[in-house]
């Protein structure tokens, strides 16, 4: 289908009739209304070198025609005849601005190139670790935005052949996962060392030498002049003595008789106490990125490494001791990506059933169940949860 379109206002037009199918673009009825414009302009003495003011197609048909007549220019193999001395000034102004018009060069962005998706050199890699046994299970989930898994653990069943001593542990890296790394295999020796050295015949030897345990660790680790830190909670079970630790967000819940008893508390800057051993020490608390930060970054207050932070990051643990009881059923040791999203007593709910109320317990499953609903509630991050059958320590 066609139609004619007659523009009575122009004079370059008004003497005939422009073609137009319905069917064109929007470009292609500029370039006609442009080329029809130029030939009547060249081709007629009488015709005005400008479109009438009052034309619809008045800027259009100015550009098509500049463009034809630069083209025309530059590219023709036969020369063109000269200007008019009318029209020479604003063509060659015309022309030297179209051939301005270029695409501009590719931006090189040297930092695009060194992004990537892949986990960091010397990663292993690993999105789960699982262990079980009749004692104990342990399960680790990296967080779904997570390049690597910044977690670990640690369980030593009858250290040193002694069928009365057990250590466990997890450990919570940030800012890479060196500081857990060498915290997860050098914390349990050097308690035991302490212990040994001190004797441990008295609850508050034992508490001493966890203390200087932890503080031994995280000297050796700031001479290693590697970044990065970990938050720790710790067990030792000595002859039916339970000895839990912790230093950062990690926590240790246990259930006796199904009723959750937090064993341990969060070191974050919030904590009234904590706030105002940092603020009299020179540094300051401040809310952001939504929650409360040391500095204005660090989310805990207490750990292992930390060299930039060290005036106000301690190393130093807090131990509660007691004797493990018929009613003591589970211990559940787990880093922040697990209590951020579940409750103390919500935990002690899920893992119960898997753990006591069944003929076949199993508590990898009961570990996995408490990662699984963290991650559905929405963590994204390193998720580490073991879970000690504490009876079979009595």
Not at 139 to 165: I, N, S, T, V
Not at 340 to 355: S, T
Not at 364 to 393: E, N, P, W, Y
């Amino acid at each position: 289908m066609s139609c004619s379109v007659a523009i009575s206002s122009s004079p370059v037009f008004s003497p005939s009739r422009i073609p137009l199918s319905c069917k064109s673009s929007p470009e292609t009825l500029s370039l006609t209304v442009a080329q029809h414009h130029l030939h009547a302009s060249e081709g007629s003495p009488s015709a005005s070198p400008m479109p009438c003011s009052t034309s619809p197609f008045r800027s259009r048909s100015q550009r098509g025609a500049a463009a034809i007549r630069a083209f025309r220019a530059v590219d023709s193999s036969s020369p063109s005849p000269p200007p008019t001395s009318s029209s020479s000034g604003l063509n060659s102004v015309r022309i030297a601005s179209l051939l301005k018009r270029k695409r501009p060069a590719r931006i090189h962005i040297p930092l695009a190139e060194a992004l990537t998706f892949a986990a960091p050199v010397g990663s292993d890699g690993q999105r789960e670790v699982e262990a079980e046994s009749e004692r104990f299970s342990v399960y680790c989930k990296r967080g779904r935005k997570r390049l690597e898994m910044e977690d670990r653990h640690k369980a030593e069943l009858d250290f040193h052949g002694d069928p009365q001593l057990a250590f466990f542990g997890i450990f919570d890296g940030h800012g890479g996962n060196k500081a857990a790394e060498f915290a997860s295999e050098k914390m349990g020796e050097r308690i035991v060392e302490e212990v040994v050295m001190r004797g441990g015949e008295s609850w508050g030897e034992i508490e001493e030498a966890v203390k200087i345990a932890y503080l031994k660790t995280d000297a050796e680790f700031l001479k290693q002049d590697v970044g990065g830190g970990t938050c720790c909670v710790t067990a030792l079970i000595r002859k039916g003595d339970l000895f839990v630790s912790n230093c950062g967000d990690c926590r240790a819940v246990l259930s006796r008789a199904g009723t959750a008893e937090a064993l341990t508390s969060d070191h974050r800057p919030s904590r009234e106490d904590e706030r105002e051993r940092i603020e009299n020490f020179g540094g300051f608390v401040d809310y952001c990125r939504g929650t409360w930060r040391l500095q204005g970054c660090l989310a805990v207050s207490r750990g292992i490494g930390d060299s930039h932070l060290k005036q106000w990051v301690i190393p130093e643990p807090e131990t509660k001791i007691f004797k493990i009881e018929p009613d003591c059923e589970f211990l559940i040791l787990a880093s922040d990506g697990l209590w951020d999203k579940v409750g103390n007593q919500e935990a002690v709910d899920i893992a119960r059933p898997l753990c006591i109320d069944t003929e076949n317990p199993s508590l990898l499953s009961a570990c996995k169940r408490l990662a699984d609903v963290s991650a559905a509630r929405g963590s994204v991050d390193d998720t580490s949860v073991m879970i000690i059958k504490l009876q079979h320590f009595v």
